[in-house]
């Protein structure tokens, strides 16, 4: 059967983030489990190249919006291959094949009466030459901080709100279509709001398709974007490709809306049929933080997969989120997980086994049914990870598999196989010990490799199968399928245990590392310091007068001791004179700008008149001077002249 579905296609801002890479590895996981079922998965992704944001950002470095997003479609494509993610369409916006796409639909909505020429007034920026859809005319531009002003222009409407009966109707009569329920209620709610018509194009910009025969327009963000996914399904010609209606969309929670209510409506006024869900997962935040470019937290993953291969990541964050929630990610935990979860249990699960059957059995499976408790335990875990999978409960059906795990563990720990060898008549326990904790692993390797490819390849190599890992089939997982006499390969640890402080360490240069390759390819780095203050920090805050100013007591500090703060990968706790009797205590997040060693003896600008507070269990006692541009890391301030710690700054 066909499963076609969809992430979303992303933004040409700046390269893969672990954020798109979550959604992108769930849907990678998903075509492998849909495999393993017997169905016939495709999934497309690409890359939403249009609009005002390129059009500025390629200017900024001196390149057309076309090579701009050139060089960002290929790092997502990059990406995607070195993570061995097996997306099936790539679909590029600004590509010819999409365009025709684009401009079919709008002429099916046009010829079915849903399209009409309107105006359309907003907040306006005439040095931008844009409409900020974010702010109101009076307010400034969040771009250049310039007052905006109201202009109205001619624009084509979509008659969105022709279709709020329909949508609500869809959505009662479905209740799938939309998930998780909480996320099915917020769109109903929305709904039943009441939908007011949707502007689908813009003559101020010329980084878009073309309206066919309407020259200036374009199409604008939503129209061009959600039509990615039926170019993925063959476009106007999407009969005969057959993928299409989508089976899913998987989105992130915060474009519900557009996938829950533009889409179908645009679906529905061009004639097609609709997609069968939307699921909406959650954010992962970095350290309980919302992860954010201008934040300077945002995490890449192919440092990670570098260092610890990217099945740790996959396994992580499928077992620690709780699919639809917003889930937390951190350095330290992803270590200390993959030694508990992979190296300790599946990983040690796998040695132990394979080596007791080369050293007792010639590396031979032995002949045996195993023990029956064990196979019932393992028949209702396939049955129970199974249908976990079908609903997206990713870190249930891996308890669940670890369940499993344990209870091999722990019969190798009460038959003790290295004394049942020792004995002549244990001969027919040691088999069955052997193959029930043998059928475990394969049955686990079965269940996990949708969320592992990589390394359960390597274990079903070793078992010795002549077919690879993820040709298995989901009937194949019943017990007693693992043939006696099967000859094993030679064994080789999997998951190696890791330090935990080092191997952060290691991400953390590793990010740093990544992060001056990219603003190196996207011509960022010698740029940031040039870019116009505004540009970079907003808009200049209101007023103050000098009896303000000299409210904030500004010191010279010198930098005495720092360190990592454990558990909190962007933190540092220092030590730092501010010629006073003790030094102060300062927690700060910098440490992905800046390595401990590095500020020793340092001179730096502290905010010495803040009240305390808590971070982690510790007391800062003042903040430290920073600057940043949007997209980078910290800055901290400093002296070109040796100044002594403790005089104040005014
Ligand atoms: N271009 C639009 C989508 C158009 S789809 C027709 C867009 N692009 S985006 O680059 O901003 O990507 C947003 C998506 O990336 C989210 O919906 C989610 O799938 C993923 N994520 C980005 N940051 C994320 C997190 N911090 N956490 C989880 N997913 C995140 O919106």
Redesign the pocket.
Known sequence: MKYYFT?????TNGAPHI??T??TLVADTLRRYQRLMGNAPSFTTGT?EHGVNVERAARNIGKTPKDFVDTIAQEFRMHWDKLGIQADQFVRTSSEEHQRTVQWMFEQCRKNGFVYKGHYTGAYCVSDNLFATEAKPGEPCPICGRILEAVTEENFFFKLSAFQEKLLDLYEKHPEFIQPDARRNEVMSFVKGGLTDLSITRTGISWGIPVPGEAPHVFYVWFD??I??LTGAGGSDWQSKGAWPADLHL??K??IRFHAVYWPAFLMAAGLPLPKQIWA?G??LFDNDK?SKTKGNVVRPLPIAEIMGFDALRYYLLREVVFGQDGNFGYEALVTRYNADLANGLGNLASRTLSMIHQYREGRIPESDGDQHVAQLATETVEFVLEAYAKFEFNRALERVWSLISAADKLIVERAPWKLAKDPDSKELLDRTLYSVAEVLRICCGLLTPVMPESIAKIWHQMGFESEADAVEARDLHWGHLPAGQQLRPTAGVFPRLDVKATVEKLIEGELAERRRQDILLGREPKAEDAAPAMAAGPLSPEITIDDFIKVDLRVGKVLEAVNVKGADKLLHMKVDIGEAEPRSIVAGIALAYKPEQLIGRKVVIVANLAPRKLRGLTSQGMIVAASVDGGLPVLAGFNEDIPAGARLK
Do not use: F, K, Q, R
């Open positions: 992430v979303p296609i992303y933004y954020g798109h979550y959604t939403d974007a959600l990615a996914y989105v992130g915060e474009i997962h954010w992962l992860m």
